[in-house]
Structures are given as C-alpha cells and as structure tokens.
C-alpha cells in the first residue's frame, strides 16, 4: 500500500472530506477541434469554486496508463493502484455484498453456448435472460458436488454474468481465464501458476466437466466461462489507514464493491444525485469521508456521447451548491480517469482536480477545465497523492520530523 | 540516501553553489483575499533575478507532508527526507556542537517537577533559570552513576531544556519519550523496541532513579523527562556523496547542527543577513557550497505575522546585490517549506524556488512569487531533486552513460 509515512501521520478529528468523483471526467476535442467535454459544459458553480481555491491534474496510475475502474478507484483513494490491483472476481464478489473469507477464490463466469464439437459458439449465450441464469445457477448448486469437501458457491449477476466461489484450505488464485476470446475454439484449461493455484484449478475442472454433462442439454448456457480469478485479500480499511469513517452514496456494484474492500460504508442505492445529496445531508454528523459516485459521465463516454457527457457534467454542478453549502473541510471534484467521448473508451489523459478548502493556496485559474487545469496550483501529479492532499487541506496530518 | 545515481557523476571543481533559504518562504494570501507573503513582498531584485534565469516549486518530502525543520533541510540537502529523518535529540547534540559516538544515544531532557505522588506538575519545571539548570546537572553529573562502566553527558541547554547522552556498547536508540504530553500523570518508562534499545532503557531507568532521589528536594525540577531518544548515525557527508567543500552560514542551533550532520563547517554566529554575507565574502574562495539560512520569514509566519513576514523578505531582497555580485555558478533562493502566516504553522505547500545560473534555461516568469513560479521552467517536483538541479547548473555533473 502507498505511503506509510502518511499513515504514520494521520490523527482522527472531526473535519469532513468530499469526493465528488465524476467517473471519466476528463476528456477531449473531437476531430481535433473545440474544446473538451468539461472545456464545453457550462459550469459556473465549478468554476466560481476553482476561482476561489485551487486546482490541478491528476495521472491515474502513472504516464500513459489507462486505469480500469478498479485501479482507478483504489488511486483516488489513497492506494498505489498497481500494488492493489485484484481480479474482478473478488471486486464482483464484492459488488454482489458476497462475504468473501480467507479461504476463498472468485471468478467471474459468463454463462456461454458450446456447440456439438464442444467449441465456444456464443461467449455470452445469447445475453440469456436473468431468469434462465437464475434457473441454470440453481439447477448446478444441487448437482455439482466438489472433493475433499470442498465448498461453491454460484450467484447470479444479470443476463449472462455469475459469480463462482470456491472455498477450501490452501487455495491459490493466479490462474488464467478460460474465456478464450474467440469463437470456434473450445474453452482454455484453467492452469495454477503455482502449488496453491494448481490446487485450486483441480476443484475448478471438476466444478467444469460435472457442469458440462449437467448441462448437455442446455440450448443456451451449456457451459460456463471463467475470468478474473483471484484469491480474496484483506486490505487495510480508510479507517486503519487514516481514520477515516467513511461513507460511500455509489449507486454502481463495482463502486460499492470497491468501497466495501476499503471499509466503507455503503449507502443505500438513490435514485439520482438529488438523493445521493440528500443521503449525504442525512448522513453527515456520522462520518468524516464521504465518496460520491456519478456513472453517467464515464457511461457517456464509453457511447461516444459528447453531448451527453456534457450535459451530465452541467447537471452535476446545477447540483454542487447543496455540496458545497455543507461546508467540507476539503471538497475534491475529480474522476477516476478520462473516458474521452471521441476516444469511447477509458484513457490515461490527465484528470482535472478541483480542491476547495478553507486551507488552499489561491492559485491564478478562474474556470475547471483540463486546459485552465495546467495552470493550477496542484500542478501535475498521480492518483495515489490525492488522499494525501485531501487530508492536509482537512487538517488531518500531523507534521512530519523535528 | 536518495540518489546513488547523482552521487556516481559529481565532479569537483571549482564552481560555486549558495543556497539562500528562507526558512518557512512559502506562504498564502489571508482570509481568502490578497497575494501570499511573497506575493505582497517588493521584491525588486529577486524579480530580476529570476526574470533572467529559471524558476519553478518544490514539494517538501511528499504531496501533502508537512515537514519539521528537519526533514524539510535534509531534502535541500539532497538527502531523502524520509529515509534521513532522525530522533531531535541527535539533532541537539550536534546543535550543541557535541560530537557524538556511534556508542552513542541522545535524547533531549526538559527539566520537570512532579508533586509528592509521583505526578508530573510542571512539564517544563517552570521555565526554571538557566543557572538553575546547569546547577541541576551539576549535581546529577557528580553523583549519578551507572553500571558496568556506561557513560553519561548531561549539558545544558536553555531554560528547561538539556541534552541527554549515554555511552556505551551495543546501545540501541528506538525508545519512547517519557514525557507523557500531560500533567497528573506519572512520567512513562522507557520501553526499547529491540533488544539493542532495551539494553539503552536499562540505563536510562538507572539513570531516571537516581536522578529522582538526588534532587528530590528540589522545589523546581526534580525530575527529567526524555524526548526524541535517538542513536547517533553517521550521515555520508557533502564532500563524500557530492565533493562539495560547504559552509554553513546560519545562526540557529537546529540549522547549524543539521549542517553539522551532512559535514558542513559552520561559520561563527552572526548577528544579521549583513554579517552573514559579509561572511560569506570572507569564505569565499575556502569553500564550493555555501548554505546561508534567514529565520526570521519562518518566525514571522509561526507568530501570524504576515506583515513581519513580508518585510523580513524585503530586507532580504535588499541584499540579495551583494549575494549576486559575488557571481556564484548557481545561486537558489527558496526555502525548507512553507508556513503561510494565515496558519501560524508548517505547512505542505511548494516552495518558490529562484534559481540562477549561466546555464538557466530562461523561462516567461517576470517576478518571484508562489503563483508566478507555476509558469517556472523547472515544474513543480520534490525537494530532494534540488541538490541535483544545483549541481547540475554548477557544472559538477559528468554526463550519464556513454
């Protein structure tokens, strides 16, 4: 995990902090003219905010790197995103409020159609309805039986997406997927990069070939494909790290999930960011951290909506003044990466950051932008800072040496 | 130590470096209007100079650290700030210009008075005399003894304030401090976190018992409380890792002994930025690197004296001619960190940093200033880089790799 020096550091009080993160925020031109997505929304409340405090640009992971929502997430808040980095598996599990133990591997599965020579005909099997997922889940937890005692658990996502466990002593989770990628080809082996692993994959082919003749006869959802494998880990909580009670108004799986592993708290899902806002009002004297969550700009972003994305941008700050007016010690207005509506699709462009406290440097810029952005008094620096910034500018940092 | 890299490619020559450090330079504006300290400081030749040559922003140890004076030198220094950070009793030993051994462990002694159970009632003994201090270790010096022929020193500071060093063989120095930070409270016991500093608390505890029969008639100061216990390390000096010949210009003890520490002479006590500079003339062709250190900026800043602050910058401005004339290769002006006036405290902003040099790149900055320096050619980075930029702008760098 980054920084135990600013560990060391960190003292409990009473001063509140705000992300309000924007997923993929950043973004760009379209056909190399005018400005970007947040360059174009109208945002005086964003602006009016950076006038008066400070601002800067944030590279998730480090140059270059594009982020998944996972590392992009644990950088923001505070973790190196490389070193945290897990399977989707265990952030699945997690967004499914599955309890994971010690003693637990997790998979994603997409329920898939192999055809009569046993090669991958459809890898999702037809984004089979959530109901047939459920039935297909169910009929499998009361034939599939694993040796040694060894325990499964298999949980419905949505359409063609579940979720495997398998629990036992001594498993390990560095194991390739057995989605092969492509059609016409049959499944991949799963293989154990190491004992712990190969031991695990023994379960897993026999979860597989008694799921295979279970479900021969299965028109749709014949066979299941597994990806990002991964063994659970603990990580330190916010509250471990920098006693931080924290609180987390996300509405998406992942995000919650992602929340829960670092000790969240988990809001209850709100409609949209008038109730998350009302969530944070009534929650407010019970906790010290609070991560708001907005999917539409990323989900934007990923359709290519250019305007779309604005127009979730320009709702956002018709909404900051009811955040602001709660007074935080240090309010942060970010994202996690870009999704650059020309690009639709994550990226490792610069972030832009807004940062108001009582506590900031004024610095020269008047508008939130990634343009007016370089100008700013945070100047250019990766995700795994941010927490550090967020706790100075709240009073939460003890000094550092004689 | 950062940078075994730099340390392969130093050259020794004779082209000279200062530091000018103003000690807490970076500031802020007040009550959210206005220009930060240096902003508002007339700063004629410092805006030359830096309109001429190069500037940028250096962050002391990490984004969001608010380091002590210690950490905040050592990154001037060249030296990781984390890696080198150091317990303040070894600190003031090489204040007091004490050579310690590396059988050595110091700590910093407050003279303190407990009541009839045992209690602490004065942290600080009431701020007793000087005289009455150096009576007191006096006294414990003539009839304190320790076992197995372990070695004490016992020198007063100021005040309440004394240094603390025991001697002797396998001595480990990870111990907590004593003083328990309250009052109606007993001292704490010094507890060792191996076995090296639990052979130290041994006689620490011998010590601590026998100074408390020897002076338990003392009205004031009947007891001693230990702080910052600390081995003694050996730093690789200036000349060693940089072949730098340097001379410390700077009148506090702290400064002066972490000078000390990195292998710097130390030049007489002087009695204002004049004298200093006068004795940098006199030095001049004796050293490479001169360290000249101005208090007054950080004083002003602790008291809330933005005023004072501003001026303290002025007087300095006024004299910077007779620094320039002195035609060094690379002149630095900055300082070890912020401590805006607007907090009364350390903080974690960037620091200004004006560099001169033939070798400057010349960037668009017009004036020396927080906000100005954003636009500087030399970015915003850690402290522990600026040794290298000086160096390199001196011309004591070889060129890395073929």
């Given at each position: 995990?980054?920084?135990?020096?600013?560990?060391?550091?960190?003292?409990?009080?009473?001063?509140?902090?705000?992300f309000l993160i924007l997923d993929g925020l950043g973004g760009m031109q379209v056909d190399n003219a005018g400005e970007s997505e947040l360059g174009t929304a109208k945002t005086p409340n964003m602006d009016k905010l950076v006038a008066e405090?400070?601002?800067?640009?944030?590279?998730?992971?480090?140059?270059?790197?594009?982020?998944?929502?996972?590392?992009?997430?644990?950088?923001?808040?505070?973790?190196?995103?490389?070193?945290?980095?897990?399977?989707?598996?265990?952030?699945?599990?997690?967004?499914?409020?599955?309890?994971?133990?010690?003693?637990?591997?997790?998979?994603?599965?997409?329920?898939?159609?192999?055809?009569?020579?046993?090669?991958?005909?459809?890898?999702?099997?037809?984004?089979?309805?959530?109901?047939?997922?459920?039935?297909?889940?169910?009929?499998?937890?009361?034939?599939?039986?694993?040796?040694?005692?060894?325990?499964?658990?298999?949980?419905?996502?949505?359409?063609?997406?579940?979720?495997?466990?398998?629990?036992?002593?001594?498993?390990?989770?560095?194991?390739?997927?057995?989605?092969?990628?492509?059609?016409?080809?049959?499944?991949?082996?799963?293989?154990?990069?190491?004992?712990?692993?190969?031991?695990?994959?023994?379960?897993?082919?026999?979860?597989?070939?008694?799921?295979?003749?279970?479900?021969?006869?299965?028109?749709?959802?014949?066979?299941?494909?597994?990806?990002?494998?991964?063994?659970?880990?603990?990580?330190?909580?916010?509250?471990?790290?920098?006693?931080?009670?924290?609180?987390?108004?996300?509405?998406?799986?992942?995000?919650?999930?992602?929340?829960?592993?670092?000790?969240?708290?988990?809001?209850?899902?709100?409609?949209?960011?008038?109730?998350?806002?009302?969530?944070?009002?009534?929650?407010?004297?019970?906790?010290?951290?609070?991560?708001?969550?907005?999917?539409?700009?990323?989900?934007?972003?990923?359709?290519?909506?250019?305007?779309?994305?604005?127009?979730?941008?320009?709702?956002?700050?018709?909404?900051?003044?009811?955040?602001?007016?709660?007074?935080?010690?240090?309010?942060?207005?970010?994202?996690?990466?870009?999704?650059?509506?020309?690009?639709?699709?994550?990226?490792?462009?610069?972030?832009?950051?807004?940062?108001?406290?009582?506590?900031?440097?004024?610095?020269?810029?008047?508008?939130?932008?990634?343009?007016?952005?370089?100008?700013?008094?945070?100047?250019?620096?990766?995700?795994?800072?941010?927490?550090?910034?967020?706790?100075?500018?709240?009073?939460?940092?003890?000094?550092?040496?004689?």
């Amino acid at each position: 995990m980054a920084g135990d020096l600013i560990d060391s550091l960190c003292m409990e009080n009473d001063s509140k902090i705000i992300f309000l993160i924007l997923d993929g925020l950043g973004g760009m031109q379209v056909d190399n003219a005018g400005e970007s997505e947040l360059g174009t929304a109208k945002t005086p409340n964003m602006d009016k905010l950076v006038a008066e405090n400070t601002c800067g640009l944030m590279i998730p992971v480090e140059h270059g790197i594009t982020p998944g929502s996972g590392p992009g997430h644990f950088g923001l808040f505070g973790y190196d995103p490389v070193e945290a980095n897990i399977g989707r598996g265990v952030l699945s599990a997690s967004g499914l409020e599955f309890k994971l133990t010690e003693r637990d591997v997790a998979a994603r599965v997409n329920l898939a159609t192999l055809d009569s020579s046993g090669n991958v005909s459809d890898r999702r099997a037809g984004r089979i309805a959530t109901d047939e997922n459920k039935r297909i889940c169910q009929k499998l937890r009361e034939n599939v039986r694993l040796s040694d005692g060894v325990e499964f658990f298999l949980d419905t996502e949505k359409e063609h997406r579940a979720l495997l466990v398998v629990r036992g002593d001594g498993l390990g989770g560095t194991i390739n997927d057995t989605d092969p990628q492509l059609l016409g080809v049959p499944p991949l082996k799963p293989e154990g990069a190491d004992a712990a692993s190969q031991k695990t994959t023994r379960y897993l082919m026999e979860f597989l070939d008694q799921a295979k003749k279970i479900l021969a006869d299965e028109p749709q959802g014949n066979m299941l494909l597994l990806r990002g494998i991964a063994k659970h880990r603990r990580y330190p909580t916010l509250y471990e790290r920098f006693k931080l009670n924290a609180y987390a108004i996300a509405n998406y799986p992942m995000y919650r999930g992602i929340s829960r592993l670092v000790g969240m708290d988990i809001a209850p899902v709100s409609q949209n960011l008038s109730t998350q806002i009302d969530e944070l009002e009534n929650s407010w004297d019970k906790y010290s951290f609070f991560f708001m969550h907005i999917k539409e700009t990323d989900a934007c972003g990923e359709d290519g909506n250019f305007e779309g994305k604005v127009a979730a941008i320009e709702e956002t700050d018709a909404l900051l003044p009811r955040i602001t007016k709660m007074n935080p010690d240090a309010l942060i207005i970010t994202g996690d990466h870009s999704t650059p509506a020309a690009m639709r699709a994550h990226s490792w462009h610069p972030i832009p950051v807004a940062l108001a406290s009582k506590l900031a440097r004024r610095d020269p810029v008047k508008e939130f932008s990634e343009n007016a952005c370089l100008g700013g008094g945070l100047g250019m620096f990766e995700s795994k800072n941010l927490m550090n910034l967020a706790l100075a500018h709240a009073g939460k940092l003890a000094k550092f040496g004689a």
